[in-house]
Every structure is written in C-alpha cells, then in structure tokens.
C-alpha cells in the first residue's frame, strides 16, 4: 500500500539554526499538510498546500515557516531560526484528488531543539 | 477560535468492557474523521464521516455523527487490548482545508 515517507526519522538542531524537513507525499495525491505534535498532546494543523500555493494556515504557521514542492515528489517544510518550542513531532500528510478525502500520515519527523 | 473539544482524556477499562469517546465542535463541521495512535506511532486513519446524523460500523467500533454536524462519538464494544492507544477526533472545517484534531482520548485496557 503507497505511504507517505518522511526523513529524517529524528533531526537535532542548535537553537536559531534552519531546518528542513522533508516529506514525500502518496505519488498521485494532490493535497499535502504538515502538523506538529508536541510530545503527549494533541495534533495541530500548520498547513495545507494544493495547487503549488498554501491553500490555509493556522497560526502557529508564522513568518518562521515555509513549505514548498521544489520538484514533483518532495514537499518540504522550513523552519528559519529554530526556537526551543519548536521541539515536536512534524507529521506530514497527503490526500486525494478530491478537497473531502481521508489524510495518509507519515511516521513523523522528531526534531529536538537544544 | 474554532475548537474540537473530546472527552475523556483518559479511559482506564477492563478488556471486554466497552468505551466511548466524544467530540464536540463549536461550529459545523464538513466532516469529521477519526484517527487511532499507538504510543511512538502516527495517526492512522479509521474512518470518516460526512452526512448529518450518520453511523458507521467497523466490526466492534461505531462511528456516528450528530445531526447537527457538530459532534461525533465513537463506541468500541468489548475491548481488547489491542485496542490500546491514543483516539482522535479531527474536524473538516466548513468551506476551508484545516483540520482541527481533538485532544484525544487515551485508552488503556487491562488484560
């Protein structure tokens, strides 16, 4: 069955330091997200992407933060100047041709800010 | 802000005891959809539901949706301990892409 893969498993980073987290989306799906999940609490939605545009973003999705489909396959999600609380689990996901559809999880990006 | 609120936070049963988990929205969702996390694990899609007033069944779990569109609840008959793990809610919101995940709700079954 496709799935969605995300690497790296685990990213460590210095605080102020950029990060790029990488996904690749289910090949024929046209609608891709990011959440976080800080350790032991609820999901949180940062993003929706369709069409090469940001479709929605919620508002922990602030200034510090980019996505972007640099080719057909990968879509990456950027934190600029990492701050402690950036320390999560990302989740990316994708769904279907259709707006309405089930979203297919990844196993998750942990990043750790020290 | 939009809220999906679930409850309990936490579920303690026996195995074969039943457990329900609830959502409730403060406005009218598209849809809602329900996801099971195992501890170190990411969310799995179990179902979703779209029409007011709908029940779905996946062998012990009964999905339904209020009539109003504003809450959802999930039933597992007879526990078992594979049923372990984190249950989410996640609300579509109306006319827009978010999805806004309940808490979740945390079951824990006694052999």
């Known amino acids: 069955e496709p799935e969605v893969t995300q690497t790296p498993s685990h990213q460590v980073t210095q605080m102020g330091q950029e990060v790029i987290l990488r996904c690749v989306p289910i090949s024929n799906h046209l609608y891709f997200y990011w959440y976080r999940q800080i350790l032991g609490q609820k999901v949180e939605f940062l993003v929706s992407?369709?069409?090469?545009?940001?479709?929605?973003k919620s508002e922990i999705f602030d200034d510090q933060f980019s996505v972007e489909r640099p080719d057909g396959s990968n879509f990456t999600l950027k934190i600029r100047s990492t701050k402690l609380e950036d320390s999560a689990m990302y989740f990316c996901?994708?769904?279907?041709?259709?707006?309405?559809?089930?979203?297919?999880f990844g196993d998750g990006t942990r990043l750790s800010i020290l | 802000g939009q809220q999906v609120m679930q409850i309990p936070q936490y579920q303690h049963v026996q195995e074969g005891e039943d457990f329900t988990t609830y959502c409730n929205s403060s406005?009218?969702?598209?849809?809602i959809q329900w996801y099971k996390q195992r501890p170190g694990g990411h969310p799995v899609f179990l179902i979703q539901?779209?029409?007011?007033?709908e029940v779905k069944k996946q062998k012990r779990l009964t999905f339904q949706f209020g009539e109003a569109k504003k809450n959802s609840s999930l039933h597992i008959t007879a526990t078992q301990t594979t049923d372990v793990g984190t249950y989410f809610c996640?609300?579509?919101?109306?006319?827009?892409?978010?999805?806004?995940f309940g808490a979740g709700t945390r079951l824990f079954v006694k052999a």
């Open positions: 992407f369709y069409n090469n545009e940001i479709s929605e």
């Open positions: 406005t009218t969702l598209s849809n």
């Open positions: 996901a994708s769904s279907s041709r259709q707006a309405n559809q089930p979203q297919h």
């Open positions: 996640a609300g579509r919101m109306t006319g827009g892409f978010k999805t806004i």
């Open positions: 539901l779209v029409k007011s007033g």
